[in-house]
């Protein structure tokens, strides 16, 4: 997006000097929580960033107010969420509670969940959850919620529609769906905010019986895609991991990563949520066993890639699929092509980037596209903004560069584990300077 679309810096940086600390105390009183309020603070400002349109400099305060009243509200909803989680958590058989990591995920998947369905009329997201949580039919909602099959269809009509629009899609929603047991879903989102508590009481009456069966997390179609926070294998922002898979294959995960693995008797599977990630692949879990022929694919939204021997890179966004093969090749199917077009051939030393839809022309691959799993980004007369962009993805918050000193060419080996320094050598080898509101707002711009 154009910088211009933006807010202009000065006008962020000035609203920031003269207004924050008022902030934070403003929130500190609303919170009782210094902490919090001081997240929330920089939260208000980060989302100030990300808005269209120059803030109203004529009442600064009431601007700021109404924005972090939102995120108030929004942190209250989670903190009642997360309470009514644990207390349905705690009515539960001991042999029916989920392990603390199952826990985790749930969670990420009811938060997820709840704000989606924020805004629906009661009776709407009580019918949708019936169908999309516990799998009811049209005439068995109605009878459970006592109203005509024709108003179910409506709700569910209504339903459906805001989640395309607050939401990627349905397909998205019902993947988080599959990842909640139901009998942990229901008393949770059922009713929204303090009405939650009183479904609760359904639930310790039914746990009491010891009549509850688990729905095991990682159930949900693998054509779903899950939020990345849900996949089986992640990465925080900055942190590496590197997986040795059954078939002896070696996985290593980048920044801000998201991976499934699917194994079955007839193929090996990596299925690539987002992020980046590297496959070195293996005919054998170990020495003397016997040579694994099952083909080995990596699937991302975009399409299909199969291993042919072979060791690359393959880097998830939003719009497409990079793919860079370091040794032998890699065969790329894209999602939609039609199944007589043969797949396009990717050899070492080359790099194809694809969407659903088609790919791009084969183009010279980076020999040095893996060096992030060694500590570096190694570049070779990059524009500054591609290296600043390419450094945000290792650090928290907001990392820009002015369009100032956009252009300016950038050759060398930086460290990821440590941005700040990386950044310190930008400023030691061009005539540019870091800016610094806070450690999580940061620009380099002209010296």
Request: glycine fraction near 8%; hydrophobic fraction near 45%.
């Amino acid at each position: 997006m154009p910088a211009t679309n933006h807010l202009p810096q000065p006008d962020i940086g000035a609203l920031y000097s003269d207004h924050h600390s008022w902030l934070q105390g403003w929130l500190r009183r609303k919170l009782g929580n210094a902490g919090d309020a001081a997240d929330l603070a920089q939260d208000t400002f980060i989302r100030v960033l990300s808005k269209h349109e120059a803030p109203d400099v004529l009442a600064p305060r009431a601007y700021l107010s109404t924005i972090a009243r939102g995120l108030v509200a929004d942190f209250f909803r989670r903190q009642d969420l997360e309470r009514t989680y644990l207390d349905t958590l705690a009515a539960l058989p001991e042999q029916h509670t989920p392990s603390p990591e199952a826990r985790a995920l749930i969670l990420e998947a009811l938060t997820a969940i709840d704000a989606i369905l924020d805004g629906m009329k009661p009776a709407m997201r009580q019918a949708f959850l019936l169908s999309q949580l516990e799998g009811l039919t049209y005439p068995a909602i109605a009878e459970r919620l006592g109203v005509s099959l024709r108003t179910v269809n409506t709700y569910m009509a209504d339903a459906i529609a805001h989640c395309h629009r607050v939401a990627p899609g349905m397909d998205s929603v019902r993947g988080m769906m599959q990842a909640i047991p139901p009998h942990i879903g229901a008393p949770v989102l059922q009713v929204p905010l303090k009405g939650r508590r009183q479904a609760l009481r359904g639930l310790a009456l039914l746990a009491s019986g010891g009549a509850i069966g688990y729905a095991v997390y990682g159930s949900a179609d693998d054509a779903a895609p899950w939020r990345s926070a849900l996949a089986e294998y992640r990465t925080g922002v900055g942190k590496q991991r590197s997986v040795r898979l059954a078939d002896g294959s070696l996985l290593i995960l980048n920044t801000d990563s998201a991976v499934d693995v699917r194994f079955d008797a007839g193929q090996r599977t990596v299925v690539l949520r987002s992020g980046e990630i590297v496959i070195e692949t293996a005919h054998r879990p170990h020495a003397g066993a016997p040579r694994d022929t099952r083909p080995f694919v990596v699937q991302t939204a975009h399409g299909a890639m199969r291993a042919l021997g072979t060791r690359f890179t393959v880097r998830h966004a939003p719009e497409s699929t990079t793919l860079v093969v370091l040794e032998h090749a890699v065969a790329v199917r894209p999602a939609r092509a039609a199944l007589q077009t043969p797949p396009v051939l990717v050899r070492a030393g080359q790099q194809l980037v694809f969407n659903a839809a088609g790919t791009a022309p084969l183009q010279t691959g980076d020999d040095l596209a893996d060096a992030w799993r060694h500590g570096s980004i190694v570049v070779d007369n990059w524009p500054l903004s591609r290296l600043v962009a390419e450094l945000g993805r290792y650090r928290t918050g907001h990392l820009a560069c002015d369009s100032a000193v956009a252009s300016l060419r950038v050759s060398g080996a930086f460290p990821v584990a440590d941005t700040d320094q990386a950044l310190a050598v930008l400023a030691r080898s061009l005539p540019v300077r870091v800016r610094r509101l806070t450690r999580y707002w940061v620009t380099v711009g002209a010296a």
